[in-house]
């Protein structure tokens, strides 16, 4: 660093005289980390859902295990579990997910690096360390096992949900790591569609990691270590940095607003709706063969959509309104009620059109339109310096879990892309990726571990 | 958006039964926003310090504004006051910052920029909308005066720092809006610095804003609204995301880690410091023909500092602590004791080296090393996605204010640049700019107005 980043006291400033500090440097020379105590405060909520299941599980299962965790002695999130954490966990307020190429052929490298992922997940997601010696307690002429940036910071609900792209089967028309025939085929490779200007360096990803927390240095901690563990075994494809959540997935949650200045999600799938979530977000078995290894897995969808805010700021309040087919202010359906009133889209207003119009988004976007099929997301807010042509590049990160991305999100997107004002006129999709997210890891197994089995 | 943002509600799913959000309903048809109503009850504070100064301050009055606000009744941080808030102002998490290049020539144009970019800032930094009747409550066939994302949101501790570069005051050899001979000495063109890799597109502006907030989405918002209030006058040139404070600037605070792991800014200028900031940090009158319309002002230095993380993270513990000059753990000098102690620099250990290295950052940035000279930093991390290479793109975007950059950052940066190992090795500078920070805005006054009078 420039400037005087580690620069020492000035002589006569009477660096004891500060009492908040010097309490925390009573111990000076113990390496024993202030995080490392706090984790050991969760221990005991962090197992909480470890016994839920030992195996595959029956719909009832994930129904019960679907159910938001207890309100927390901590700010941990179990890992353990039927299915991964991050998926109904009440969305956290900051998203940092990446991509990884894995970048050697080798089963075995791949095996371990997804063992020591595990681990490492499982030790920052309780507020721990990655490693046993973390970021000071290991060997002094070696490189420390953890970066230490998440020092003194507390668990932060973190999780780490790992989903796995379609390269990591097959690439180049070669299989990969022995996975003939392992591929699921819900896993598709999506469609090209309209208005699509997708960027290869925001796009595709043979693993995909998601890490959530409402501290934003713990996220990006955790995705730091997963890419420091993985040295030489797989590269940061792209990286994608949330800084505000749009989308709630609990009842307890108040619902967010995008870059729209609109609510957004109000219909979203929440954790609570057990019924629903076994319908629309839980995958089945799935796999070509028939095996049930994404049996409590989903399929993960992420879209970086860049919206033209500056067209979108100079549009009317009526037009914005129209667009969206709710109000600005409470995010009720232009046909009356508040924001959790189901929309009339019959009722007409005395032009004789309807109140919510034939191309409004709430409309396009319903369940009625759509099959019936709903998805949970979990989408956030992004912005990413400037796109050189003046503008802030801003927009949503769009994140879903569904069932099945070729009857939950294909056809809805190919209808949003051809005839969704909203779509055409404000929206540019600039990065894609889809991944089967497998089901949760139980004390002693690996994430994906079904996969190598 | 794809999916179903604004999906409605499934006919059956009793919307009603949802008590945390009815709540929140039960006036639907009021356009008042909360935010509005959440403003009302800050208001008693946000002019706490707005009678302070009616013009110039003596050293005496700056150095009692200096002091931090009492603690808040609200999260507003005061607006009016001799000097700009966000300077001492206890570091907030997070930070929004923008360069703008001044697209016309018409000084009036400018001017009515300033004015309504002040009454901007000084609204949403009380936590109110932008305009008189914001997101929802303005004519329904014109664009609205707010974008609405805050809707919902408290003022978050929102500040809004304005600075003015030197393109404001010249450009191409062209002397810019009248302001011939008021360009201040101390706003150089900054030097190239040994091993710069500065991308335009990353540096430079005629006005440089800072929004600092606890919450992201208040920052953002405030970067946007202005962004959108100065269509047409001015284009953003850059913008960036800073996700965790990289300084404390009042002892009030926890020193927080950068992405190198170590505690960063320990001994920062603070808000407390009076006497040291009249001495390095509040500009004198400075420009060339003696005019003080920046008493009370400041020099924003900024720099994007990318950190070969990957590298840091394959050396040694040892290594670190030792390009440091202090233990990764505590963060106390090599020479001992503990966070705050001063560093020893000429003690040494058994094989008769000094326990704090020749090269040692502490030492090389040391105060004693740079003919004593201090600076207030306020730093931010930062990740932006993947370099492409395979690596994520993160560091430190370093910020600065000093009382002139010609004694207080330029000497420093260029030692630094030629002796230091960290900043050879671990660091690339590839953003930079420097701006004037004129002295804060008095109720009815508009910032910079000392310019154009």
Redesign the interface.
């Known amino acids: 660093?420039?400037?005087?980043?580690?620069?020492?006291?000035?002589?006569g400033?009477a660096?004891?005289a500060?009492p908040?500090?010097?309490a925390?440097?009573d111990a000076?020379a113990?390496?024993m980390?202030r995080r490392g105590l706090l984790a050991l405060a969760g221990v005991g909520g962090a197992g909480a859902l470890a016994g839920v299941a030992a195996g595959l599980l029956s719909q009832d299962a994930l129904a019960a295990v679907a159910a938001p965790a207890e309100a927390g002695t901590n700010d941990v999130v179990p890992f353990h579990g039927a299915i991964q954490a991050g998926i109904t966990t009440a969305a956290q307020d900051?998203l940092?997910m990446?991509a990884f190429?894995v970048i050697t052929e080798d089963r075995a490298a791949l095996i371990k690096l997804l063992k020591d992922w595990t681990a490492a997940a499982e030790a920052m997601s309780q507020g721990r360390e990655t490693g046993t010696t973390g970021?000071?307690n290991?060997?002094?002429?070696?490189?420390?096992e953890?970066?230490?940036?998440?020092?003194?910071l507390s668990a932060g609900k973190l999780t780490v949900t790992f989903a796995f792209g379609a390269g990591l089967f097959e690439k180049d028309g070669k299989v990969r790591f022995g996975l003939d025939g392992r591929r699921p085929d819900a896993l598709i490779d999506l469609p090209h569609f309209p208005g699509d200007d997708l960027q290869p360096?925001?796009s595709g990803g043979d693993i995909i990691v998601q890490a959530c927390a409402d501290?934003?240095?713990v996220a990006?901690h955790a995705?730091?270590n997963l890419?420091?563990i993985g040295?030489g075994t797989v590269?940061?494809?792209?990286?994608?940095?949330g800084?505000?959540r749009?989308s709630s997935t609990s009842?307890?949650q108040?619902?967010p607003?995008?870059?729209?200045?609109?609510k957004?999600?109000?219909?979203?799938l929440k954790a609570e709706d057990t019924d629903l979530l076994n319908e629309h977000v839980w995958a089945g078995p799935g796999t070509r063969d028939g095996e049930a290894w994404m049996q409590g897995g989903s399929y993960l969808?992420a879209?970086r959509?860049r919206m033209h805010?500056?067209i979108w700021?100079?549009?009317?309040?009526?037009e914005?309104e129209g667009l969206?087919?709710?109000?600005?202010?409470?995010g009720?359906?232009l046909s009356g009620?508040?924001?959790?009133?189901?929309?009339d889209?019959a009722i007409k207003g005395k032009d004789g059109e309807p109140l919510i119009g034939m191309d409004a988004?709430?409309?396009l976007?319903?369940?009625d339109q759509?099959d019936g099929v709903?998805?949970l997301?979990r989408?956030y807010?992004y912005?990413?310096?400037?796109d050189?042509l003046?503008?802030?590049d801003?927009g949503?990160f769009?994140v879903?879990f569904v069932k099945d991305p070729r009857t939950h999100?294909v056809p809805?997107?190919m209808a949003?892309?051809k005839e969704d004002t909203?779509?055409l006129e404000y929206?540019k999709?600039t990065g894609s990726a889809l991944a089967a997210v497998p089901p949760g890891v139980q004390p002693g197994g690996f994430i994906g571990e079904g996969l190598f089995t």
């Not at 607003?257 to 609109?262: Q, S, V």
């Not at 912005?383 to 400037?386: E, I, K, L, V, Y």
Request: proline letters at 7%; hydrophobic letters at 30%; a positive charge.
């Open positions: 660093m420039s400037g005087c980043p580690y620069g020492g006291g000035q002589p400033t660096p004891d500060v908040t500090v010097s925390q440097g000076p113990s390496r980390s900051r940092h990446a190429d970021a000071v290991g060997p002094y002429d070696a490189p420390p953890d970066t230490g940036e998440a020092m003194g360096n925001r501290d934003p240095q990006v995705i730091r890419a420091r040295f590269r940061v494809r792209w990286s994608q940095l800084f505000g749009t009842r307890s108040q619902t607003r995008n870059l729209f200045g609109f957004d999600g109000t219909n979203n969808v879209r959509i805010i500056e700021d100079r549009t009317s309040l009526r914005q969206i087919g709710r109000t600005k202010s409470e009720s359906p009620g508040k924001e959790f009133t189901a929309p889209f988004h709430v409309r976007a319903h369940a759509n709903r998805m997301r989408g807010n912005t990413d310096g400037s050189g003046g503008h802030l801003a949503l769009f879903a999100y809805m997107q949003m892309a909203l779509a929206l999709h």
